[in-house]
Structures are given as structure tokens and as C-alpha cells.
């Protein structure tokens, strides 16, 4: 992390020989001004944490502009490393740890297509869409690749600000879809960024398509493979080796590191940290929560929870700041009706690519569900309407990939390049600013906060018959086994998503708990 | 901080954009391993958290040598930066945070003595000494403002490992005081460092050592009420806000940033970030801590006890590797010999410049409380041999003292500077394994587990006169408050701790905790 600190200088007279206090201590003080004034307008209906921080993060880039005589208006350069290294693992890890796993697992097939095949339909439409009208507003001169990357930058979702509007417990299965959607939705964006990256732009044909997917499909199943492992490591050595017998300190130490460790092995081995350090959160949530003692527990939670906000606040406040970089500004030679014009298409190809496959995709997963008699799934067409809403805000990750397809570490001399890093900018603040004060009016008009349909509320029922696993039940003769087995199998058909939630609570109970940690479940 | 990856080419074939990730992976990964040996070592009488951490460095340097072909053994360079911006807050903050403040101040002046007067005549022995001794040796080419800092350099202690042998409750005088001035001694040494720094060595008379005094004392007071001042800030934000209302996480990230915040300014004003730092630790311990949610509380206690731990584990695991780094050996053209006498001398001047305080301070410190009548704060024969022990190792202070004097962020060329750095790391080295592995057995056989003289355990006896503030008491009459106060001027005379502490007690039931938050204590 390379902190070029313009701003300094002109402050400084007496010489200091941290390059970097200046700039951390107002980072951190704007901070803490941020928490203050977030907290003061929690009860606002139209303002939000981001929204906030973005603001407060133009009104310091106001100041330090005044105060360095109009050079600068930020005072760190933004560094992917910076985003990828220290901001996004303890967001993404949080995420894993606090999301409730009944429910995303539950509806993981729709997650799955919400976020894996959502991003690769929207990036499609999204490159298309500007290869085809970016050269009728006289504005040329990008690769391929380029509009290719354009493609996944726009299609990377910021939910923060809808899942600070839902509610967990009023509507369950809309929060788990935007949530479980919003999570693979960052890892869907920055592998496909990254197979783009190494994609011969020059033989585009169905063939690299298909390579691109298998790619995916193998970082997919290996990041969650490292993760899971990571998990499980953590959860033995937690239980086997018992340190809260000596202090809880190693504990909490240990709970930190772990899953950051599976972050920096997926990104040194080339896969995605993203997906390891969700599934690394989730298999700790699930046993080595249960090793440690209650204190460390109650301390994991909360850390991990701040340590998230800081980081996403942090984020935020840095888009307000950099959004005044009139250097960037300067560089970028396009006339202002173009510049607008870009970015009404841009924004406008965001909407449909998502409206292109948040309702398709929603009607499958409905006619899927109704097929299996879950029809307590079924997605109404309001729920469609706030799913496809909650996607349309663009945050962190759009800003991180477009510095790195634009920037070398922060730095452009390319008028082109320069020309698109403002517009994301601009896309960023416009969509968080705007969606973002709408969302809550939106919400409450389209889902009143106590609802009288109360299929909302139901938790999805559950076949009450007594499946056992037959691979388990060693005491038992051969014939009934089968018996069951074949029944299990006809069940398996029938519901699926229960019938393997079922089989895995045994499968949990008999083996994995044991070994790694956890009560048993209370069901005999 | 900038990382040198020097193993990255050679590990690394095809190509990692982000240039710190194989340093960080190898750290983290390294960190858990002493994590976890460390725990399986605990019960053991030699071994204590630092030595394991420098013996698992020592061997991950050597694996990186015989990975990276001899050509280094660290993979990140040493960067004061890196300590004094990231590593050293979080271990003063915790040290203030977790103090127990009653000990603290009843042995507030003892305190002062060892940590302020202590440092000034151990780094004028070790200054003297040295600089009559290394020409002896063969070794010149030193400035005097060398030997002046190498006097500071070896005059910071490190008393991690003694805290882990002695225990609170055992013996609370002994370790209030090795504690206060372990934390006294480090802010004291980067004052005094800094003040050298800034010496005109040319004219070297008492106007200048007096000049060093006043400095000393003008930072002390404007650190310690920048310190305070931050934390009565937080505390009065905390209870005026009261953030537990919507969510505890702003709370939490707020008790982490306004200290290092508080830090940060310190360094910004070229104040000392430690005792600002370490103030707004007891500050907030005593105030804010009692205005947030009880999971809030847990959270910050046991995060800041982490924190703090997997820094120092940091420090000396870096310790560890750098002993390897051939390039500054080879750099140093000094003969074994040399060496060996320069070390030994180092290492004689620093028990004999320790020596040289503890003991006619301790019996300065009895003559004192006999005098005040409170004899329970005697210190022993056995005590002051404990406390000359305990200071005698040295540690991550004193490294970063010596790169930030002799190397230019972690670079030299010069062979005097390259010597007097691996110097430094050799006595570091030396003084925390060969002290270190003593400490035990010696404390075992001067403080006897479970003691027969009670003195040590019982609680130092407070005069239980009903001292009433004449100041406070608004509703008597002023001749009886005028009695009062000859009667409570004459008991300041008699007793002053215990008098200041009284009033300071009404002061703060009257004014401070309606303010800034806590429970009236239970005295009426």
C-alpha cells in the first residue's frame, strides 16, 4: 500500500518523516465523523450509511482542495491492493459468518442463477449494448477487451443498501435472495473479470466462450473447495487443541487469521479469495463457533461486524472523495453532452440487463419450485421488482475493477482511460445517491412493513415424514435398507432441496460434528 | 509500508499483479503456526510467547534462504513505519485499556522514577560507556549523536516476558511497577530518542541537557492531555449518543479509532503517540467503557487483548527472520572477535546502567513511603532483583530505534550503520533467549508461589478517615469547610497518594462521571 501524498507538503512545514500520518490521520478522523453522523441520521428515511459517506467524503474532498490550493481533493491514491488486500476480506468474510445458512442454502439453486448466470446475461447486454452506442455519441477508441470489461465492472452489484432497508425476519426469503445474490454476484463479477483479462480478444467465438465458463466453473469449485478446508482446519484445531483453556486471546487471533490466510492462498494460487474466505465464514460460523468460549464468540461476532462497516464506510468515503479528482476531470476531453450521454446509456443498459434476467430467471426458479410443491418459494412480482431494484446500485467493486482495467495502480495519462474511470465514478455516485434515497420509499411502498399475506412470514414447511439415510443406519437388515433407500430416492425426486438438507443433517450429526465441532441437532 | 518481495520472482512463474501477496500469506501463515505452538508450549518452564515466536522466524528464515537461494532470508523489509503506525498503537492502547488503574496511581510516582529518571542515567552510562569503550575494541567512525542514540536504543526495555511470569494477583505492587514502567520506559525512550535527534551535538553543556529535560517534560504534559482529552472526547460522545440504541458496531469501531486517532494526531503534532495513546486508554477504560452495551464491552477488551498479542507475535517472528539477513552481515567488515567484545560490552553496560537506577531508586522510592507511613509499598531486596531482571531485555523498541537511526527505511550501505543494526538484533536476540529462558525458574526462586509473608498480598491499607472535599461540599458552613481544609491540607502533607486520591474520587463522583459516564463509586 503506496500512500503518494500530494496534499502533504503544502501542510506540513516542519518535514515529517512518516509519509503516511497526514493522510491516515485524516482518514480516520473523517471516520469517526462519519460514524457520528450516520448514527445521528439512522432514523432518516432517505439517507443511508453509503449515501452518507459519500457525502461526507465529497465535503472533505471540498476541503482539501481549498486547503491545497485547488492540486488535489484526495489524499491517497486508490490501490486495487489497498480494496483487494485489506477492504473486501473482512467485508466478504463477515457476510459468510453472519448470513443464515438454513435459509441460503435453501434457496441456493436461485441464488446460483441470480448471481452466476444474472451477471454473465448482463454483461453480455451491458458490452454489447455500449460496443453498439458508445461509437454513436462520437466516443471511440476502446478495445475489445475494454467493452468486455466494461461488461462485468456494470455488472457488479452493491446491496448494502437494500439489505439495510429489508428485514431478516419480516421477509426471509427476498433478503436471503438479494443477499446470497449480492455475495456471488462480487465473486461471479471479479472471475469473469479476470477470465476476460486473459481472454484472446482476437478469436471470439462460441469456443472461448465456453473456455471462459470452464474456467469459472473451476475456480468456482476449487476457491469454495480451499475454503471449506480452511473452515474445517480452523474447527479441529480449535477443538482438538482447546485454547480457551488458556486465554481466549489465541482464539480470536486464530478466528482473524484463518480465514484472511484461505483469502491471500486463493489469491496466491490464482482463485478467487471472494468465494473462499464466504464458504471459509460459513463452515466457521457452523463448528468452530461452537469451540470457542462464549466470550470469544460474542467478541468474533461484533469485530468481524465492525471491522465489515469500517471497511465498507471507508469505501464509500473514498468515492465521495475521489469524485472531485479534477485532474481526472481535466484529462478527460469529452464535451459534456457526451459525457452525459454516456452515462444515461450506461445506466440504462445496467437497468435492462438486470430487468433481462431477474424476471426470467425468477419465473424458472418459480416453475422449478412449483414443480417440487415448495410453492412457499415462489417469488411474487413485487419481490421481482425489489430484487431487480436492489441490484441496480453500483458500489466498491465496480470502482476497484475499473482502477485496475484503467489505471496503472491509480495513475492514467489516457484521455480514454481517464474518461471511463470518471464515468464509473459518476455511475457509482449517481446510482447509490439516487436508487439509494429512493430504495426505502420504494420498499415501503411495495412491501408494507407488516404484511397481511402471511406467506411471507411462514418459514417454507418442511415434509415432516422420517427420512433416514440408509448408508448410516449400520444396525438395521439389508432389505429394509433398500426399502428405504428406494423411498429416499423417490423423495429425492420429488424435493430435492429437502431431501439433501436432510441427508446432510445426518451426514453432519454422525461424522462431521463430532470431529469438528458443534451440538448435535435436536431432531432423534 | 513497502514491501521488497526479493522471493517473489523466484516463487512466483507466472505473474501476480498484487505484489505484497506472497509476504502477507507467508506472515499470516507463519503467525497461526506460533499461534498454535505457542498454546502447546504454554505450560513449559523455559519457553515463553516471544522466544517461540523468534525460534519459528529464525526457521521460516532459514526455509526462505534455502527457497530463495541464499539471497535473503526475510520477505518483507523492516519499516518503522510499519511499527510505529500499525504495530506499536494497539499494544500501548491495550496496555492503558486493560491497567489497573488503582495500582497504577497509588504507585503513579515509584513509577515516574524508574520510567522518566531511570532512562536518563541508563542511557548516560550506556553513552559513556560506549563511547569510551568501542574505540578500545577497534571499532570508531561513530558520531557522538551515534552514541547518544545507541544510550537511548539500549535503554528501552521489553517486559512482555517477565508480565507472563509474574501474576497480578500475587503480587499487585511488583507488577504494577514492572508494568507502568515498561509502558513509562518506552514512551520515555522515543521522547528522549526524538530529542537527540533534534540536538545541536556541537555544544554539549548542561543549557543542553537541560534543554533535552524541558522538552521531555513539555511533550509528557501536552501528550498526556491530548490523550486525555480524546478519551473524555469518546466517552462524552458515547454517553451522549448512546449508539447501543440502533447498533453496537459503531460503538466498537469508534472505541478503536478515537485512540488511534488520539495516536496519530500525537505523531502529526510530533508529540509522542504512546502517551497520548496510553491516556486515552485509562481514560476510556475508566469513562467510556461504562456507556456501551455489555457485548460491546466484551468485544473491545477481548479484541484489543488480540490485537495486541498477534502484534507482538508479529514483531518478534520478524525479529527472528532478520537475524538471518546475510546481506547485513556481510556488509558489517567487522572480525568475530570485535563483534563479540562490542556485544558483551553492550550487554554489561546495560545491566550495570540498570542496576545503576533500580536499586538507589527503589530504596529513594522506601525512604519516601516510609516517611508517608505507607509501608506496604516497600520495595524488597527480592523485589528490586525482579525489577533490574525484568528490564533487562530488549526488544522491538529498541530495533526499530536503531533501522530508523542507522538505516534509511530499512536500507544502508554504510558498514558501521550495517554493524550497529545487527548489533542491536544480536542483543535483542540474545537478552530476550538467554534473559527470557531465566526468567521463570528466577522469579520461581525468588517469589515462591504461594509466599508466607502476607505482605505481599495484602491490599495496600488506606487511611479510612472520612475525608470530605472542602471544595465540593457546597451546603456546610464555611467555617467548618475552613477547618476541613487545614485538617485535609495537613493529611496531604501526612499522605499525599491517598489524599490526592480522595479528592480526585469526590472531584470525579461529583463532576466526571455525570459527564462523561460510569457509576458513582459506592463510598457515600
Redesign the interface.
Known sequence: ??YYNYFYESVMK?G???????P??VF??V??LC??I???L?ENRWVNESITAIFIGCLSGIIILLVSNWRSSHILRFDE?LF??YLLPPIIFNAGFQVKKKQFFHNFLTILLFGVVGVFISSVIITAGSWWLFPRFGFGGLTPRDYLAIGTIFSSTDTVCTLQVLHQDETPLLYSLVFGEGVVNDATTVVLFNAVQKLDVNRLDALAAAHVFGDFLYLFATSTILGVGAGLLTSY?LKG?Y?GK?????E???M???P??SY??A??L?LSGILSVFFCGIVMSHYAWHNITE??R??TK??L??MS??AETFIFLYVGMDALDIEKWKMSKLRFGTSLGICSTLMLLICLGRAAFVFPLSAFSNYMNRNAGTSSSTITFKHQVVIWWAGLMRGAVSIALAF?QFTFSGVTSDPINATMVTITIIIVLFSTIVFGMLTKPLIKCLLPRHPHDSILHREPTCPKEDLTLPLLSYDESTATNIARAKESFSMLIESPVYTIHHYWRKFDDCYMRPIFGGPRSDRS
Chains 1, 2 share one sequence.
Open positions: 500500500m503506496e516542519n515529517n518523516e512518516h509519509g503516511s500520518v497526514v491516515i490521520t480516520v478522523a471516520l469517526c460514524l457520528i450516520g448514527h445521528l439512522e491492493e483487494f488486500i484445531v487443541l485454547f488458556h486465554s481466549s486471546v489465541r480470536i487471533a486464530l482473524m487469521l484463518m484472511y490466510l491471500m492462498l489469491e496466491l490464482h466470550s470469544s460474542i467478541t461484533h469485530v461486524a465492525a462497516f469500517i485496475k
